[in-house]
């Protein structure tokens, strides 16, 4: 039973020695790591800051500076801003429409001439056509007629020479053929000779003058915005520069601790990493040699158990080395190193559990739980963080666990250092009374004003308007070139007529050369007509038909004709001038205020974004904290965690240690008693053994006498055997007499007692525990 309780009491002792060693090796990786770890972190910590500087110059210098630009070329353009909202509520606008169709009159004039010009060779090309295209057919049909072959009639059939002629015909004196066709013709002549009579007269200028007299408006107010625009830039430049200030100073500290990180921090890490790489191997191997301690320990209880339960009692018979003596020695041996070393690896534990309690306790549980914590308002006390920010704040209400429980929700640089102790961000809201940006505006209002009598069309300008209304472009119908010149020139390909006439004089049959030489002359002035005459006349046509289409649209001006447009914005701009004249004024004063308003609502969403940047969005500490978090991963979780999983190891063993003595003890004890003396029965075993194997091997072996040396030998082994066990007494002691000088010859015989059987030989003198070898004969 209490071999079992041992086995117990090692088994969870075997727990502790396998935590040491692993706690051990932890905890020396854990140091090798942390200088590494550290400074990955302020490189987080580095690369954080520098991000969130490039941010506050964004927000606070790059963005004012670009809206200081966008400012000043609003203010810049403020007439045409306001001008053009003018003239897109009095439809003034039209205006520019009017101008630019008189401004188009010049290309429409040579768009005109283009198409009359194409118009008349197209006419003198088909009278041509049409002269030589008669003289080709009559030629034909009489040889067609004269030829008597199958092929020349088909040709006459299949072409229908005998209606060969110019199927679009522009030749004007040729009405009698095709009048319907010139008829529908479009004529030009007439809008071309309206517009150059209007141009003449200057109806382009005329307009301009007007669209320049509304310019004027543009400009009289953008010369009186310039008289204040240096005053409202002046106070923007001084808000930009109030804002650069604070980026400034932000960023001043932000590069301060870049500074101390690379030349303070970085270098003290180097320090680290050196002492621990010098002195690091000490500790490691002190808490391998206390390992090894309690390993060697466990191996004594180990091999004590395995030779006391497994191996037999020590007996004078045999010396196994693993009896239980053997484990009963083992067993002492883990008592003795146990009461030579406890008291070292006691002292060695109590420092290590102080340590690392007061570590635990004073370090990391603050660090981890920063809030409320009695260790960090000590180190606020001790620190003073307040004065070390805010050295002309000391009232400031920040401390270190404000700024680490800040840090882990994740707040803004801002909040974190609270940083409205040094400037209240919130408060570039009245920024307008500061710097007096909303009374310069106002100064910029009122010089925004409109004087009336404005004339933007002349009547004269009117007139000629009506007049290019009237001047018949609006009746030609463009689409009629396209309809005429779809068709083809002639009825009947000239080209494809050649090419057949060619083939049927080749086939003619001897005796025919007059009508071969015919067809081969008529084939060769179609083949010219159609190369000299229908394809440049093609062209032409097409060419004529994509101007007239162009000119179309072009004339038309979002309306349905161009006299539409010219009548409608006309109307337009005549009601525009009546507003001007009446309401312009005071719609000007109303244009003036909008645009004040919206150039101060402009600054306000900037400077909303800034607080709103500053307050939830920029320097976000994120990266700070899972940095920080590294940090106490590094040193309380991989070095602090093994160091107390080690001392807190060893203690377990050294408690266990108190019941492992009381138990090897009482084992011990126990193991070192060896086996009683068989008896007759392992005499007679024995002997029976020790016959059949001399018998069956040498059957006249000889067999040693009692007296012989074997039994003086046993005679010496088993009494020293029987010493030593707690089984020898008188009971086992030879009671005869000492003296061998006996009378008759020898020592008496041995009497049997009463009503017992005969011995089995006379030779059995003496009882155990001397040797008897059995009958038989002895030398």
């Not at 990391?364 to 620190?383: H, I, S, T």
Request: glycine share 4%.
């Amino acid at each position: 039973m209490l071999s079992f309780v041992l086995i117990g009491v090692a088994t969870i002792i075997l727990f502790g020695v396998v935590c040491a060693f692993v706690t051990n090796q932890y905890m020396q990786e854990g140091i090798k790591e942390l200088p590494c770890k550290a400074k990955t972190s302020l490189k987080d910590v580095k690369l954080y800051l520098t991000t969130t500087k490039q941010e506050i110059d964004n927000l606070l210098k790059t963005n004012p500076e670009e809206l200081e630009v966008t400012l000043n070329n609003i203010l810049q353009a403020s007439g045409k801003i306001v001008t053009e909202q003018l003239a897109e509520y009095s439809h003034a606008v039209s205006l520019t429409n009017l101008n630019d169709i008189v401004s188009g009159l010049e290309s429409i004039r040579e768009d005109l001439r283009l198409m009359n010009k194409i118009t008349q060779e197209l006419r003198t090309n088909a009278s041509q056509l049409d002269i030589v295209v008669r003289g080709v057919k009559k030629n034909l049909l009489h040889t067609l007629a004269a030829c008597t072959t199958d092929k020349c009639q088909r040709v006459l059939h299949d072409y229908k020479v005998n209606q060969m002629s110019v199927q679009v015909d522009f030749d004007k004196y040729m009405d009698r053929y095709f009048p319907k066709l010139l008829v529908s013709l479009p004529d030009v002549t007439f809008a071309l000779h309206n517009i150059t009579v209007l141009m003449d007269s200057n109806i382009v200028s005329e307009v301009s003058q007007g669209r320049d007299s509304f310019l004027k408006i543009q400009k009289d107010i953008q010369h009186a915005v310039n008289q204040t625009i240096p005053v409202v830039s002046a106070s923007i430049r001084r808000a930009c520069n109030f804002l650069a200030t604070i980026a400034n100073n932000m960023t001043a500290l932000i590069d301060r601790i870049n500074v101390d990180i690379d030349k303070v921090y970085i270098q003290h890490l180097e320090v680290a990493q050196n002492n621990i790489n010098q002195y690091s191997p000490y500790r490691y191997y002190l808490g391998l040699g206390i390992s090894s301690i309690l390993l060697t320990v466990l191996m004594c209880l180990t091999f004590g158990l395995l030779c006391g339960i497994c191996g037999k009692r020590p007996d004078g018979y045999g010396d196994d080395c693993c009896n239980k003596g053997s484990g009963a020695r083992f067993l002492m041996m883990a008592v003795w190193i146990i009461f030579l070393l406890t008291s070292v690896l006691m002292v060695i534990t109590v420092v290590h559990m102080v340590t690392g309690v007061m570590a635990q306790r004073g370090i990391c549980e603050p660090l981890k739980n920063p809030k409320d914590n009695r260790m960090f308002e000590l180190v606020d006390e001790l620190v003073q963080i307040k004065r070390i920010l805010y050295p002309k704040n000391p009232n400031a209400n920040i401390n270190m666990s404000y700024i680490v429980t800040k840090c882990h929700q994740n707040e803004t640089l801002y909040n974190v250092l609270n940083l409205k102790n040094v400037f209240d961000v919130e408060s570039l809201r009245d920024y307008s009374g500061r710097y007096d940006i909303n009374d310069t505006i106002q100064q910029l209002r009122r010089k925004i004003s409109l004087s009336p009598g404005v004339v933007i069309l002349k009547d004269s300008a009117r007139s000629k308007l009506n007049d290019l209304a009237q001047s018949g472009l609006s009746d030609i119908k463009f689409y009629q070139y396209a309809e005429l010149l779809a068709e083809n020139i002639t009825n009947i390909n000239l080209e494809h007529l050649a090419k057949q006439l060619r083939e049927v004089s080749a086939k003619l049959p001897e005796g025919q050369e007059e009508i071969r030489l015919s067809l081969e002359k008529n084939a060769h002035d179609l083949e010219h007509y159609h190369r000299d005459l229908v394809m440049p006349m093609a062209m032409l046509s097409e060419q004529l038909s994509a101007n007239a289409l162009t000119l179309q649209e072009n004339i038309k001006f979002n309306h349905s004709s161009m006299a539409d447009a010219i009548h409608d914005l006309v109307d337009e701009v005549t009601k525009a001038q009546q507003f001007l004249n009446k309401d312009g004024p005071e719609y000007v004063q109303y244009l003036a205020t909008k645009f004040g308003n919206a150039f101060l609502h402009q600054v306000d969403n900037f400077l909303e974004h800034v607080i709103e940047s500053a307050m939830f969005k920029i320097g976000r500490c994120g990266p700070v904290s899972n940095a920080y978090n590294a940090t106490l991963v590094a040193g309380c979780n991989r070095i602090l965690d093994p160091f107390n999983g080690f001392w807190a190891s060893v203690g377990w063993c050294l408690i266990l240690f108190i019941p492992t003595i009381v138990l090897c003890v009482k084992l011990s004890a126990l193991y070192q008693k060896s086996d009683p003396y068989p008896g007759p029965l392992v005499e007679a075993v024995h002997d029976k053994k020790h016959v059949s194997h001399h018998g069956r091997h040498h059957p006249a072996a000889y067999v040693e006498s009692y007296d012989g040396p074997a039994v003086g030998y046993e005679r010496e082994r088993i009494p020293d055997a029987h010493q030593s066990t707690s089984y020898h007494d008188s009971r086992y002691s030879d009671l005869a007499p000492k003296n061998w000088d006996f009378p008759n010859g020898g020592p008496p015989r041995y009497q049997p007692a009463a009503g017992a059987p005969p011995p089995l030989s006379t030779e059995y003198e003496r009882p155990p525990p001397y040797y008897y070898p059995g009958p038989g004969d002895r030398n």
